[in-house]
């Protein structure tokens, strides 16, 4: 066999899900082994202890986090931002997926070796990075102890990832993994001359058809809606805006939605909820 259909079956093999399904259960199982029931600890005392580094670097030569593995043992490398030396929520995840990477590679030394494949480590890499970050213990006791409404989820999501010091996407993942009866989005802000566009970059939905969509305040209910937010306040997502036709004919998904939800802004971002099940 040439070394050319060596590298071909490596690559399905990669790809299949039982693989996939293998990783994920191992990745779950070192989590629950690493980390007690809080969110409250020294991320590079958990790098020491898994034998890496972290190393800042100028982000004029790093944008992102990088795992390299040195004579002296892994280091991460992580762009330094602006000169503070507390670790930020964007870093402690980005530290946290690092390792992800660092584990699959000592157990089953493996990696990436295809774009498609590249993504779907990625995938793994995040997940591992919010199962130590946001322990389902602490997670499922904030659910317990919250009024379930779509507004207190939001409101939930809000003080999580201040409390654990964590990017908000990666709290609304955690919440709905732990929390299935909704889904949540983040809306980005850019105003044009003459209208308002609106950029959907987030989504909990494991249907990403309208990731990364753009739409301005006057193509639908949802748009017109958005406009009348102010800063820090909520608004009730009524079911009668998803289920407008302008809205569907955008997000055929909202018509799934059994009721309404809940939205708030925060500076140039809006964060939206919406209740599915």
């Not at 202890?49 to 490398?77: F, H, M, P």
């Amino acid at each position: 066999m040439g070394p050319e259909v060596s590298v071909i079956i490596l690559k399905i093999k990669l790809m299949h899900p039982k693989l996939r399904s293998t990783y994920r259960t191992f990745l779950q199982e070192v989590a629950r082994k690493l980390i007690p029931c809080s969110p409250h600890f020294d991320i590079e005392v958990l790098c020491n202890k898994l034998g890496a580094k972290i190393v800042k670097v100028s982000r004029e030569d790093y944008r992102s986090a990088t795992l390299i593995n040195t004579q002296q043992g892994y280091e991460i490398l992580i762009p330094q931002e602006h000169n503070k030396k507390q670790l930020s929520p964007f870093q402690r995840f980005l530290i946290a997926h690092e390792l992800g990477h660092l584990l699959l590679e000592r157990e089953y030394s493996t990696g990436p070796i295809s774009q498609s494949d590249y993504w779907q480590y990625e995938v793994l890499c995040d997940y591992f990075a919010r199962l130590i970050l946001l322990p389902e213990d602490y997670i499922e006791s904030k659910i317990r102890t919250t009024p379930s409404s779509p507004k207190d989820r939001l409101g939930l999501s809000s003080y999580i990832a201040r409390d654990a010091q964590v990017p908000w996407p990666a709290v609304a993942h955690r919440i709905v993994e732990c929390d299935s009866k909704y889904a949540l989005f983040r809306i980005m802000i850019k105003p044009s001359s003459d209208r308002i566009k609106f950029l959907l970059n987030v989504s909990t939905l494991k249907d990403k058809e309208f990731q990364k969509s753009i739409f301005y305040n006057d193509d639908n209910e949802l748009g017109r809606l958005l406009c009348r937010l102010k800063n820090n306040s909520f608004l009730p997502l009524h079911k009668s805006v998803l289920d407008h036709p302008s809205v569907i004919k955008k997000f055929p998904i909202f018509q799934k939605a059994i009721q309404g939800g809940a939205i708030r802004l925060k500076d140039d971002e809006i964060r939206l909820i919406v209740q599915f099940s």
